[in-house]
């Protein structure tokens, strides 16, 4: 493929845009009925847990890829300070500024590329949060991570929530006894995705194509270093997380399904 990476992230910003609609037909209903309960929290458990554990009450924290808000109004219904979340996606954000009203929830949206954040807000922040299905959209991962890298304010933490790239060597839906391998692990081609993004109800909406960034485990942890981050937590999980490989995540010879990460900005 010889598109710049500039144009993969305009071709991702439409598709985002394109889907927002059809992603809101299915939950945005359900989700103004829950953020109008006073604490509403859609976290995962594990996302709760590590979160009160390194602290977030009365915590700045903003969220990288945001989407609809539905994690960082969380986040804010948890006791954390000033909340901001981040996304390119305009329509995604509507979805996100009704949720907070609904909820008369105290959290500002930013429409911005991820790594064009505008400077206003560096080192504003305790606390920086990324959860399932951010980073395979980097293409260039050592601007990812200069981002929280600028955003935290020393000592602050950068949390991770992800997929583990071990789990793009397998095809979602495959059978799972026992799973059988599709990729390399050292596969670094762009991948074109002609299926959509209605990861919620599957729905053939005539998508535009978007595309995605597999990384190593390796260039997560050396991009996050070079930006001068320090690993303060690592773990690997069995869950999965996403329901793209709902099957795989329950197969007794599974892969590593999912991690969570700690990384702090140096005081
Ligand atoms: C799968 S969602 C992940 C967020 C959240 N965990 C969720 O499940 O809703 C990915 C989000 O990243 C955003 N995104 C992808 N690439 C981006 C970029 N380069 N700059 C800003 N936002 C981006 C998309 O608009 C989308 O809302």
Partial sequence: ?????????????????EVAPVH?????????????????????????????????????VAQLCCNNGREILSVKNLGAGRCVGFDFSARFLEQARALAAAGGIDCDFVETEITRVPRDYDAAFDRVLITI???????????????????????????????????????????????RLHY??????????????????????????????PHKLSDLITAALGQGLELTHFEERPDEISGLFSELGKAALRPPMSFTMLLRKKA
């Fill in 1 to 17: 493929m010889t598109k710049e990476p500039k144009d993969y992230v305009a071709a991702n910003r439409a598709a985002w845009d």
């Fill in 24 to 60: 809101a037909r299915q939950n945005q209903e359900r989700l103004l009925a829950a953020f109008r309960r006073p604490g509403y929290s859609c976290l995962e458990p594990v996302e709760t847990e590590l979160l009160r554990e390194i602290g977030i009450e009365g915590r700045d």
């Fill in 133 to 179: 299905g951010v980073l395979g959209w980097m293409p260039d991962l050592a601007a990812f991570f200069a981002v929280p890298a600028r955003l935290l304010r020393p000592g602050g933490l950068f949390f991770i929530h992800e997929h583990h790239p071990a789990l793009y060597m397998f095809e979602p839906g495959d059978p799972v006894d026992p799973p």
């Fill in 184 to 213: 390399s692990y050292f596969n670094q081609e762009v991948y074109e995705d002609k299926d959509g993004l209605d990861y919620y109800g599957g729905s053939d909406y005539g998508a535009r194509p978007n595309y995605w960034f």
